[in-house]
């Protein structure tokens, strides 16, 4: 009789670890959701790629990253990519059908595979183009907030939407 109460400890801390890895995930994929958001919704306009806003856009960025990937990121004109799909494109952009699953979780770490569809709309706000898109997301838990560190984007299909 005495193994029960021992059992059903186990038990209860097995699912509270599993309920506490879970939360992370959805913590981890709600940020990953934000971030993705902001960063293919672009309005297109004459004055993208200006100096006011290519600033503005470096600071709506850093909320959603690491201080790693932040250097990364402005320093490489990452946060631009969907700047200049918009200006060559002469559409607007944004995201659809946004999906993610886990890929790999650690201490502090998720790391999330995605998919979505990159919408490109024309000036009646109709779609025009609809460009798949995937890649993987690597969130670190930083004071208790999710933040971008690394983007394995779909390089190939959004340098086509630029260059071709």
């Given at each position: 009789m005495r193994k029960?109460?021992?059992i059903l400890s186990m038990i209860l801390l097995s699912l509270t670890?599993?309920?506490g890895c879970s939360s992370e995930v959805d913590d981890a994929t709600k940020a990953a959701e934000k971030y993705k958001n902001v960063e293919y919704t672009i309005k297109v306009s004459d004055d993208?790629?200006?100096e006011e806003s290519i600033l503005a856009r470096n600071e709506e960025m850093k909320?959603?990253?690491t201080e790693y990937y932040t250097e990364k990121a402005i320093g490489s004109r990452i946060t631009?990519?969907?700047f200049q799909i918009a200006n060559k494109q002469k559409l607007s952009l944004k995201p659809d059908n946004l999906k993610f699953t886990l890929s790999e979780q650690k201490k502090n770490i998720v790391e999330l595979k995605y998919t979505c569809d990159l919408v490109?709309?024309?000036k009646d706000d109709k779609?025009?183009?609809r460009v798949p898109l995937e890649g993987i997301l690597t969130m670190f838990d930083v004071d208790g907030q999710w933040l971008v560190q690394g983007d394995r984007f779909d390089s190939e299909a959004l340098m086509k939407l630029i260059y071709d």
């Open positions: 029960s109460p021992l670890l599993i309920m993208l790629f200006s909320p959603y990253f631009t990519i969907p490109l709309l024309d779609e025009s183009k």
